[in-house]
């Protein structure tokens, strides 16, 4: 099984953080973002070389502080999102693997617990959301990657457009598919790509170019696919703006 860390984009909305270095790099709580990442992923047996790095903005930066990682490139990371950026591996996720956000932190139990999970497909959710949204003025609430699950942890429904309050907890970034949860998930790809192309309208007002990773997998669950989510409260903290980045510390005491 790979880790995959999806990485290919700047994250401008860090603004002069990331003007010599993508937003992973962005020191929080004392060091770059990659490094809590990496550290959490060798939690659960996940390490070089078995790493995978998507870069894209300034990957040679990336490249020449981390060389131990195996890396892809996404050459089209200026027009492209996430989905389109985490199939640039496509090569490396037929045994199954473990992919990350990459400007995120996150605990190393999470990633213990993520990999003994008996699913195929495996979405972390973390349950105490709302509580970094109350300072947050650049990333509002609406905009999290919400999702719904039942009793027994199904994902019934991931979407931004889920109302707050009904929403069962946010979606990490972190998810897990085994080689048959990867092999439905890569199928799904190029069910749609080869109906829609990369151009035409996929879902919310989105091309397939321009899909989030979400948008993939809610078409699976409304598709009947069985995703289960994975509940943690707190322990996670995305850095997606310079308030954010100078949030961070106190979030992490409150939270982490």
């Known amino acids: ?14 603004e002069h953080l990331t003007e010599e ?4 790099l ?6 770059p973002m990659l490094d809590s990442i990496l550290e959490a992923l060798a939690a ?36 492209n999102n996430i989905l389109l950026s985490l199939l640039c591996a496509r090569e490396h996720l037929a045994l199954g693997f473990v992919s990350s956000y990459a ?6 139990s999470t990633v213990r617990a993520l990999v003994g999970s008996p699913h195929d497909i495996t979405l972390v959710c973390d349950t105490a959301w709302r509580r970094r949204y109350t300072e947050r003025s650049q990333h509002p609430e609406h905009d999290a990657e919400k999702l719904r699950m039942g009793p027994d942890g199904r994902v019934t429904e991931i979407s931004r457009r889920i109302p707050s309050e009904e929403a069962s907890g946010e979606f990490i970034g972190v998810m897990r598919l085994t080689a048959a949860g990867a092999a439905r998930f890569v199928r799904a790809f190029d069910e749609v790509l080869g109906r829609l192309g990369t151009q035409a309208e996929f879902r919310e007002g989105r ?5 989030y990773l979400i948008d993939l997998l809610q078409h699976m669950v409304a598709a009947g696919e069985v995703v289960h989510a994975l509940p ?8 997606d703006t310079t308030e954010d980045a100078r949030l961070a510390e106190a979030w992490w005491a409150d939270i982490g």
Not at 26 to 31: A, E, Q, T, W
Not at 207 to 211: D, N, P, R, T, V
Not at 232 to 239: A, L, N, S
């Open 1 to 14: 099984m790979k880790a995959i860390i999806i990485g290919a984009g700047r994250g401008r909305r860090l």
């Open 21 to 24: 270095a993508p937003k992973t």
């Open 26 to 31: 962005v020191p929080i709580l004392g060091r």
């Open 44 to 79: 659960g047996g996940l390490v070089p070389p078995e790493v995978v790095f998507i870069a894209g903005y300034r990957g040679e930066v990336v490249r020449g502080r981390y060389p131990s990682l195996d890396f892809v490139e996404n050459a089209e990371w200026e027009r």
């Open 103 to 108: 400007d995120i932190v996150y605990r190393p």
């Open 207 to 211: 091309s397939l170019e321009k899909a």
């Open 232 to 239: 943690v409260e707190g322990g996670y903290m995305e850095i």
